[in-house]
């Protein structure tokens, strides 16, 4: 049985195909990623480039599904759809033009997936780690153990807001990272109060910038789900990606060019959460809420 999953990000269109055997083990059979950029022109209202570029992507995405026998499809709209004045717009466009149905979720259902996802991924004891998956419009933190999610929470702190509001030279000026700091300390003072309530020394990081950490500073990959990134290591790299240049960044090897222009707020972000407790390890996840959908999925089609 195939199941395939579309995540419409802010920032990035994911499809994400897989064949599951009688077990519920699932093997990927396909992946792409298109860099959409629904938020270019901030969150309010998708402009129309945007928008047109990612109709066209779920076109695209639509030829790769009939190349696959799908058992079950599913699409998710995050924080551009759910607060955009033209979300739903487009979700009937997409629905008209591709015949592809969009599922709007919560900041909160999202993050729970997101859960579900990295438990799958990563070693996740009886020791409560704090999961964080960074996207465009939002960002998302969840507190968990193997068994029990304890505090999960979705914040309006994704990069094309964060870089819309604040990084406006190039290379960022000090005034400006002062000013999202400050504005970064008061929108996760609850997850701070949180790190002194219940102390937390493991951060794992769900795909995207960590995706960057992980190919410039992964200590191990033991496995190809997950791997360890030492928190020592991070001010040099934070250091080198924030006084760069744009035009710096984009000649960085180990730099995406598509995560170039974002990069520098999510290192900002990144230091302030890591200044909210004392983090002794960093675990970068494959798996994010893709995965912790299909989990969803499978778990459904086996009842």
Request: proline content about 3%; overall charge negative; hydrophobic content about 45%.
């Amino acid at each position: 049985m195939k199941l395939a999953v579309i995540d419409l990000g802010t920032n990035t269109f994911h499809i994400l195909i897989v064949e599951v055997d009688a077990e519920g083990s699932f093997k990927e059979c396909y992946r792409e990623r298109q860099f959409v950029q629904l938020g270019e022109e901030g969150v309010e209202t998708i402009g129309q480039a945007a928008f047109n570029r990612g109709l066209a992507t779920l076109k695209k995405f639509k030829t790769v599904l009939s190349q696959h026998d799908i058992a079950e499809v599913k699409a998710f709209g995050t924080a551009a759809l759910r607060s955009a004045t033209n979300g739903q717009t487009f979700i009937q466009r997409s629905l008209e033009e591709t015949g592809i149905q969009i599922e709007l979720i919560s900041g909160e259902r999202e993050a729970l997936l997101i859960c579900k996802g990295a438990r799958k991924a990563t070693p996740i004891g009886l020791r409560p780690v704090l999961i964080m998956d960074i996207g465009g419009g939002s960002v998302e933190f969840i507190i968990a153990n193997q068994q029990q999610v304890f505090w999960a929470k979705s914040y309006p702190i994704g990069l094309a807001i964060l870089f819309r509001s604040f990084h406006k030279k190039d290379p960022i000026h000090h005034t400006e990272i002062e000013n999202l700091s400050k504005h970064l300390q008061t929108i996760l003072t609850d997850l701070s109060k949180l790190q002194t309530l219940h102390p937390i020394e493991t951060l794992i990081g769900a795909s995207g910038t960590f995706d960057v950490l992980e190919a410039i500073l992964a200590l191990e990959k033991t496995s190809p789900t997950w791997a360890h990134v030492n928190p020592i290591d991070f001010p040099i790299l934070y250091d080198r990606l924030v006084q760069a240049t744009l035009a710096q960044r984009l000649a960085m090897e180990d730099v995406p060019n598509q995560r170039a222009e974002l990069i520098v707020v999510a290192m900002i972000l990144i230091q302030e959460v890591l200044k909210t407790g004392t983090f002794n390890h960093i675990w970068v996840s494959s798996f994010a809420m893709k995965e912790g959908m299909l989990l969803e999925m499978i778990e459904s089609n086996k009842k």
